[in-house]
Each structure stands twice: as C-alpha cells, then as structure tokens.
C-alpha cells in the first residue's frame, strides 16, 4: 500500500477555524520561547508572523492529520461511517482478512433428484449452473474433498462431514440437497432449474431449493469493518465469538448464532443425575438462518398395519428436519381429508443425546403413525420386493424447516473446524410459535393506519429474531407507531414452546431407525413431550429448564439463548381501542 499520509489525512489550511490556529500557535510559542527568551514572538512581530505562525498553522494541520489516522485506526469509528482515507482503511482492514472480494461468494442449496434410493457420491468436480453464466462448485467443510457422501434413504447419519442424506420425495424418486457455492452475478430463486457439468443416469433432477444469499456486501466500508472487529474478537480457538464468527463467514445473513458451553446453565450434556464436571468440554451452537421456515411438502411411504388397528406406519425421511409439520394427507384423488389424525414420534440416532437434546439436529429420526378417517377411504399397494406380500399407501408431508441447518452442521461439526477435545452439536433452538398475538391500539386522529404492513413487519420480526437480539416488546410498539397508530394499549398472545416436530419420543434409543419396527408398541413405549405453554407476553422470552421429574428426563432448554419465534401472518391481529 504505497499512499501519502500528507496527500490522505492532511487538511486544507483554510478548513481549520481560528480557535484551532490560536490554540496551536500558543503551543508554538510554549516550546520556542524557552530556547529564545531574548526574541518576541508575537503577533505582528517579524519572528511572530513569519516563524511562529506559519510553524502554528503546521502543527494544527498535524494535529488535525493524525486525529483522522487514529479515527480510521478505531474500526469502531470506521464501522459507524466515520472515515477519512478510504484507501487507507481499505487496505488495514486486508490484515484482517476482510476483503470484499472474498465476500462475494454466494451460497445455497441444490436439489438433485435420482431415479433411484441407493448411497452414493458426488464429485467436488462437478458444475452447476442457473440459466446464467455463474458457475456453482460443491460447499465443502474440507477444501481438499475429493467428493460429498450421500447416505441412501432410510439410512442415519452418521456425523461425518460433507456427508447428507437422500429422502424419498414420491414412489419413484429421491432427492437431496447439497450447499454450493460461487461468485453471482445474476440472482437464483427457489425453484430455478439448473444444469450440472456431470450427470449420471439416475440424475432426474436439478433445482434450486432455496432463495440463494448473494453474499455481496453494500460495498461499503463500514460492513467490512464490522466483519473485521467480528474477526479480531475471535482469535482464541473454540470461543463462543470464533463459532459466531466462522457461520457469519459463510452465512453473512444468519439470523442466529448462540454457542452454550459447558458451565452454562442450558449446556445439559452430562450424565443424568450426575454432579460430575464434564469430562470433555461440550458447545452446543443454535443457529438460525435467514431461510428459516421454509415451508416444504414432500411425499413418503407408510405401510399398513392392520395388527395396530389399522394404522399407516413409517419413518419420515424428509430433506430437512422440521421445525413443525402442518398436515400429513394421503397422495390419492380426494375431495376431503382420508386422515383422521397423526401422531409424529422422535427418536435419537446418537445415544450419547439422551432426552430430548437430540431434537432439531440432524441426528433427530421421527416416525409417523396416520390413522385414516375410515381404512377403506386410503388405497393401498402391494408389495412384494421383501419375499412377502405387504401393502402401504404415499402420504404428503407439509412442513417448516431450516434447510441450511444440516449444511452449518457439516461445517461446524468437521474436524478441522472443530477445537481439540471438544464434542460440537449444531442444532436449530426450540421453537417459540404463537398461534395469536393481539395488539390493542389508539388511533391518531386524521391519521391512516397501514395495518397490512404492520403485520408484515411484525411477521418478518419474529422470524428474524433469535440471540443476541431476542423478542423485544417494544419492537413491536415501534412496527405499530411507526405504521401510524398512537400508542400500543396492549399485547396479548398464546402459544407454545416446541423443542420438536414431534409430539411423542422414544424412550429407548434406537442407533439403527430401522430397528423400529412398524408393528412395535410405539405408543408403550415412547412418552408425550411437553409444550410449555405461552399465556402472557413476558413468557415469549422463556427461562425454562426441562429435566423431567421421574425417568427418562427430557432434558431441554428453552431461554433467550436457545429459542426462535414464529408466528404465522394470520394469527397476528389488531384491536383498536377509544
């Protein structure tokens, strides 16, 4: 960086006010009279005009130069806007590594589709592309992969990164998503069709699952400053900052980073019942992405069991773990529901996550019961590929999910990423869902209220909130005057906490989902999870610790460091008040 501090940070004399010329000119004389006792150096004098005075309005105009090279060194100052040498900062900020250039990558997820369930790997070589020019490449944890691993249907993960699972998404097709990333220059939306440089015969599909994040800064300086002191906060390894700081890096649109380590109150990885320190240091990292929510519907296979009552039973093998599922409705030509009722079970992959602490992470297997409104109102087909005859019928499944959670997970939960000894599980936070949040108002006279934008706003709030900045009431309060009204009288709400998709868990662990068989007693042997219930406004941010009071404990934490909020637009409604 060759640049002139004179050129950059030196004013112009005529910029400097008289009080400032006065003030260093008695400087000036303070330091040269001492050494010339016998030489006056007052104004109007021959020394005093040509000398002292001309040395003053230097020293101000230093003074002035250095104050603006501090203020730039001070990224605090640089992050609220306050800048003087662009270049200069420009070029400070590349020893933090905050380049925008290595900022514009762009990240999302691919759908790839396959004729067939079967495992299988994707190469780090493959391309896909938009209708555009940008060209895609595989996201990887580690950068010298030669592949991704995908797990056929049905099969657990196994913790490995770069490793995702294939989930049946009709009779004949199976899909899974896989994160990429590129330098955009034209944006993709969900549901764009895409093309891949490598395409194998099972290949049937490819799509954009989600809104891709650009990644492009403002092109402003005061993000890369913030990006820099992000950074330089975190350079001691396995901080609560450098987990924070490594997701903001590939996800700068994250809405949620909140590392528990061991010794917080919500860190419940210890043995049940047990004082005992930790023996390996643990951080759970609940995170939240911009995606949040994403409603996905997805169709999967139940086989009938006429020795539970009559019941469709099986695993839900869907892309993404669900935050909450909408409805579960047979594939078939209808007019009205065939389903009675469903019941979702949870169960755990991992026996190391007992409770409930396996819920909303990738180790998190769940299970469907459906019991239709009358059995003969749901056609079944036959199967014959296991040796016998068994029949089963296709269900879709609607549901809300994070679908970069798995992604953050691959990437957190690698071992290069991860700090020596320490056990790291990535996992979206239990869910705060409001089925009504009322809002009582005065209305200014002569005034137009915007409610529609207001319930918007209040819509988008929820679904954005998440630690460090929690539910704030009176956010609401500046939505509401802000589209018009006078005051906020009131806020009422009711709801739940919910730290599963799930309404029952598996009292037993089951490392292998296939163990469970569909004619098992699911309901002897699972237990209901609880739903902390949501009756006051103060309860939206809760400080609740579940263990349970006899075995097995759930053991789950729902507080301002763990939760997400959500309420759908039409539950969120306005009562004007004179």
């Given at each position: 960086?060759?640049?002139?501090?004179?050129?950059?940070?030196?004013?112009?004399?005529?910029?400097?006010?008289?009080?400032?010329?006065?003030?260093?000119?008695d400087?000036?004389?303070?330091?040269?009279?001492?050494?010339?006792?016998?030489?006056?150096?007052?104004?109007?004098?021959p020394?005093?005009?040509?000398?002292?005075?001309?040395?003053?309005?230097?020293?101000?105009?230093?003074?002035?130069?250095?104050?603006r090279?501090?203020?730039?060194?001070n990224?605090?100052?640089?992050?609220?806007?306050?800048?003087y040498s662009?270049?200069?900062?420009?070029?400070?900020l590349g020893?933090?590594?905050?380049?925008?250039?290595?900022?514009?990558r762009?990240?999302?997820?691919?759908?790839?589709t396959?004729s067939s369930?079967?495992?299988?790997?994707?190469?780090?070589?493959?391309?896909?592309?938009f209708?555009?020019?940008d060209?895609?490449s595989?996201?990887v944890?580690?950068?010298?992969?030669?592949s991704?691993r995908?797990?056929a249907?049905g099969?657990?993960h196994?913790?490995?990164?770069?490793?995702?699972?294939?989930?049946?998404?009709?009779?004949?097709?199976?899909?899974?998503?896989?994160?990429?990333?590129?330098?955009?220059?034209?944006?993709?939306?969900?549901?764009?069709?895409?093309?891949a440089?490598?395409?194998?015969?099972?290949?049937?599909?490819?799509?954009a699952?989600?809104?891709?994040q650009?990644?492009?800064p403002?092109?402003?300086?005061?993000?890369?400053?913030?990006?820099?002191?992000?950074?330089?906060?975190?350079?001691?390894?396995g901080?609560?900052?450098?987990?924070?700081?490594?997701?903001?890096?590939?996800w700068?649109?994250?809405?949620m980073?909140?590392?528990?380590?061991t010794g917080?109150?919500?860190?419940l990885?210890?043995?049940?019942?047990?004082?005992m320190?930790?023996?390996?240091?643990a951080?759970?990292?609940?995170?939240r992405?911009?995606?949040?929510m994403?409603?996905e519907?997805?169709?999967?296979?139940l086989?009938?069991?006429?020795?539970?009552?009559?019941?469709?039973?099986?695993?839900?093998?869907?892309?993404?773990?669900?935050?909450?599922?909408?409805?579960i409705?047979?594939?078939?030509?209808?007019?009205?529901?065939?389903?009675?009722?469903?019941?979702?079970?949870?169960?755990?992959?991992?026996?190391?996550?007992?409770g409930?602490?396996?819920c909303?992470?990738?180790?998190?297997a769940?299970?469907?019961?459906?019991?239709?409104?009358?059995?003969?109102?749901?056609?079944?087909?036959?199967?014959?590929s296991?040796?016998?005859l068994?029949q089963?019928?296709?269900f879709?499944v609607v549901?809300?999910?994070?679908?970069?959670?798995?992604?953050?997970?691959?990437t957190?939960?690698?071992?290069d990423?991860?700090?020596?000894?320490?056990?790291?599980?990535?996992?979206?936070?239990?869910?705060?869902?409001?089925?009504?949040?009322?809002?009582?108002?005065?209305?200014k006279?002569?005034?137009?209220?915007?409610l529609?934008v207001?319930?918007?706003q209040?819509?988008?709030?929820?679904?954005a909130?998440?630690?460090?900045?929690?539910f704030?009431q009176?956010a609401?309060?500046?939505?509401?005057?802000?589209?018009?009204?006078?005051?906020?009288t009131?806020?009422?709400?009711?709801?739940?906490i919910h730290?599963?998709?799930?309404?029952r868990?598996?009292?037993d662990?089951?490392?292998?989902?296939?163990?469970?068989?569909v004619?098992?007693?699911?309901?002897?042997q699972?237990?209901?999870v609880?739903?902390?219930?949501?009756t006051?406004v103060?309860?939206?941010?809760?400080?609740?610790?579940?263990e349970g009071?006899?075995?097995?404990?759930?053991?789950?934490?729902?507080?301002?460091?763990?939760?997400?909020?959500?309420?759908?637009?039409?539950?969120i409604?306005?009562?004007?008040?004179?």
């Amino acid at each position: 960086m060759n640049l002139s501090f004179t050129d950059e940070y030196f004013p112009d004399i005529e910029a400097l006010t008289a009080p400032t010329m006065a003030t260093s000119r008695d400087a000036v004389v303070r330091t040269l009279q001492p050494a010339m006792p016998d030489i006056d150096l007052a104004p109007g004098t021959p020394t005093g005009d040509l000398v002292v005075s001309v040395l003053g309005a230097y020293r101000a105009a230093a003074e002035e130069a250095n104050s603006r090279l501090m203020s730039d060194l001070n990224l605090e100052n640089v992050a609220n806007g306050i800048i003087y040498s662009c270049a200069f900062v420009r070029g400070y900020l590349g020893n933090y590594a905050a380049h925008d250039v290595e900022n514009l990558r762009a990240t999302g997820l691919v759908r790839l589709t396959y004729s067939s369930p079967s495992a299988r790997t994707i190469p780090f070589a493959i391309r896909f592309r938009f209708g555009n020019t940008d060209d895609y490449s595989l996201a990887v944890s580690d950068s010298e992969s030669e592949s991704i691993r995908v797990l056929a249907a049905g099969v657990p993960h196994d913790g490995r990164p770069d490793t995702y699972q294939l989930a049946q998404t009709s009779s004949t097709t199976w899909a899974v998503d896989v994160p990429v990333t590129s330098n955009m220059t034209s944006p993709v939306a969900r549901g764009s069709a895409g093309s891949a440089t490598i395409v194998p015969a099972e290949l049937v599909g490819i799509v954009a699952s989600v809104d891709f994040q650009s990644g492009v800064p403002t092109a402003s300086l005061m993000d890369l400053a913030r990006m820099a002191r992000r950074t330089a906060y975190s350079l001691t390894s396995g901080s609560r900052a450098s987990t924070a700081a490594l997701i903001l890096r590939h996800w700068p649109e994250t809405a949620m980073v909140s590392p528990v380590v061991t010794g917080d109150p919500e860190m419940l990885r210890a043995p049940v019942n047990s004082a005992m320190v930790m023996q390996r240091p643990a951080v759970d990292v609940y995170v939240r992405s911009a995606r949040d929510m994403q409603r996905e519907s997805q169709v999967v296979r139940l086989e009938w069991v006429p020795s539970r009552g009559g019941v469709f039973r099986g695993p839900l093998n869907l892309i993404h773990n669900p935050s909450r599922i909408i409805s579960i409705e047979w594939s078939g030509a209808t007019s009205v529901s065939a389903v009675g009722e469903f019941t979702v079970f949870t169960n755990t992959v991992r026996r190391d996550l007992y409770g409930n602490q396996h819920c909303g992470t990738r180790y998190e297997a769940l299970f469907a019961e459906v019991v239709p409104k009358i059995p003969d109102t749901i056609s079944r087909s036959n199967d014959m590929s296991g040796g016998g005859l068994s029949q089963y019928a296709m269900f879709t499944v609607v549901y809300d999910a994070d679908p970069l959670v798995s992604t953050m997970a691959s990437t957190l939960e690698a071992p290069d990423n991860v700090p020596p000894g320490v056990s790291v599980l990535v996992k979206s936070g239990p869910l705060v869902l409001l089925s009504n949040l009322n809002i009582s108002y005065t209305k200014k006279q002569g005034v137009r209220t915007t409610l529609s934008v207001a319930r918007k706003q209040i819509y988008d709030y929820l679904r954005a909130a998440g630690y460090p900045d929690v539910f704030r009431q009176t956010a609401l309060h500046d939505i509401m005057v802000d589209s018009g009204v006078e005051r906020v009288t009131a806020v009422t709400c009711a709801g739940g906490i919910h730290v599963s998709a799930a309404s029952r868990r598996m009292v037993d662990v089951f490392t292998d989902a296939s163990a469970m068989a569909v004619t098992a007693d699911w309901h002897g042997q699972s237990v209901a999870v609880s739903v902390p219930s949501i009756t006051d406004v103060a309860d939206i941010v809760p400080h609740l610790f579940l263990e349970g009071e006899d075995d097995p404990v759930e053991q789950w934490a729902a507080t301002g460091r763990t939760v997400r909020y959500h309420a759908d637009a039409d539950s969120i409604t306005f009562t004007e008040v004179q």
